[in-house]
């Protein structure tokens, strides 16, 4: 159990970086930080005590072929799938949390509007594919379009994420009965899903969840859900 | 092209073309060392380094330098991932090798790593403390023994070992402050 108490919560703090934790606290510790705030501040302060002493283990050149290993694990699990993409010419740099906020309401809806215009209208050889990702009042969010087997999100609103956790993307195809990670969500309000992980279709939930540091743990969304939508048309409507 | 921990960090976040090799070959030997002294195997420390690697890889763009150093923040990933794999394995690393700790516990080994003002503060610190409580929390940290291994090599009571490194973290922390 994670003690509420500060003073033993500090002292479990300490140990977990310690390593003195047996595996069975350990793995609590692990599953705790993620969503308790407390608990990741006094950890990362006592790391930040004693960093230094990582100074005192002898560098040791490792071992030849590692180095491929690792690449090829990199390769195999990170499908690329999120980019940052450079800023939509036209559009407004972002503006900083706190004016943002009383922006948004009144200036989302146009500007989604207006983006979702401009794509219907651009030129395109496959049916075209979006949707706007809705928070959970109902305000536009994200704009999503399927582009090239791939997906690309612009943001409406980019807003800061709570710190400590990160946005993570996910898509569920109709009939799936769970979701496929689309990966996360980089700062700068805009990325591209590279093809091959998904194939974007009609009817296809996508969602955004709040989540810990890496992303789930679990492979499965494990916070909470703050924007949603589903790609239909875009000259359905 | 960045060579500081933080830089490099900031690279591999970016996607930038051979961020993580140059990050590896930066870095590798340290953290590599920071894994042999905990698992003491090159297969095992190979295996930790490893998943710590595919860790930084996934986790660069969560680096936030305003909340600690880049090579620290590395060595963290590193030193979870090699205790994870040493409790998976039962802690059963040898600790009767004799040389197992005599660099890092040497008195003068915290002479090492005062080379910043942080450094030099947490061995001031270390250096209130008892001799015997000052290498049980190097043991631990460096080394990676648990609370019974400390027990047995400094032919301690387990539950004096306990009690003795919970009190010597708090007096750290209260020396730090």
Redesign the interface.
């Known amino acids: 159990m994670i003690p509420s108490d500060p003073e033993a919560l500090d002292a479990l703090a300490a140990e977990h970086v310690l390593g003195t934790l047996d595996a069975r606290q350990a793995a609590e510790v692990n599953r705790a930080l993620p969503v308790d705030t407390a608990l990741r501040e006094a950890v990362a302060r006592w790391e930040a005590r004693l960093a230094p002493l990582a100074g005192l283990a002898t560098p040791v050149p490792p071992p030849e072929g590692l180095w491929n290993r690792i690449e090829a694990s990199v390769a195999k699990r990170s499908p690329a799938p999120v980019v940052p993409l450079r800023p939509v010419p036209g559009r407004a740099a972002p503006a900083r949390p706190n004016t943002l906020w009383k922006a948004w309401s009144a200036g989302a809806t146009a500007i989604a509007a207006g983006l979702a215009a401009f794509l219907v209208m651009r030129p395109a050889e496959p049916p075209r594919m979006m949707t706007v990702l809705l928070t959970s009042r109902d305000q536009p969010a994200w704009l999503v379009e399927a582009e090239g087997g791939g997906l690309r999100l612009a943001s409406l609103n980019p807003r800061p994420v709570e710190a400590g956790r990160v946005q993570q993307l996910w898509a569920l195809p109709p009939g799936a009965t769970a979701p496929t990670s689309l990966g996360l969500i980089p700062e700068g309000g805009q990325a591209r899903i590279a093809p091959g992980l998904i194939r974007p279709e009609p009817g296809m939930l996508i969602e955004i969840t709040l989540e810990p540091l890496g992303g789930s743990p679990t492979g499965r969304p494990t916070g909470p859900i703050l924007f949603i939508g589903r790609l239909s048309p875009a000259n359905g409507t | 092209m960045a060579l500081d921990p933080a830089g490099m960090i900031r690279g591999v976040a970016?996607?930038e073309a051979g961020a993580?090799?140059r990050l590896?070959d930066a870095q590798?030997?340290?953290?590599?060392?920071?894994a042999?002294?905990?698992l003491r195997d090159?297969d095992a420390?190979?295996d930790a380094?490893?998943d710590a690697?595919?860790?930084i890889?996934?986790?660069a763009?969560?680096f936030d330098p305003a909340?600690?150093?880049g090579?620290?923040w590395l060595?963290?990933i590193v030193?979870n991932a090699a205790?994870?794999l040493a409790?998976?394995r039962g802690r059963e690393t040898p600790t009767d090798d004799p040389a197992l700790g005599d660099?890092?516990v040497a008195p003068e080994?915290?002479d090492?790593?005062?080379?910043?003002q942080?450094?030099g503060r947490?061995?001031d610190c270390l250096n209130t403390l008892e001799a015997r409580n000052r290498e049980g929390?190097?043991l631990?940290?460096?080394h990676?023994l648990?609370?019974a291994q400390?027990a047995a090599r400094l032919d301690m009571p387990l539950g004096t070992v306990k009690a003795w490194?919970?009190r010597g973290?708090?007096r750290?922390?209260g020396c730090?402050a």
């Open positions: 970016n996607g993580l090799r590896y590798g030997s340290r953290l590599f060392g920071v042999m002294a905990i090159r420390a190979a380094l490893h690697v595919v860790k890889a996934a986790r763009a969560q909340r600690g150093e090579g620290a060595a963290a030193r205790l994870d409790r998976a660099t890092a080994a915290l090492r790593i005062c080379e910043t942080e450094a947490l061995r929390i190097l631990a940290f460096v990676g648990s609370h400390i490194i919970r973290l708090a750290l922390k730090l």
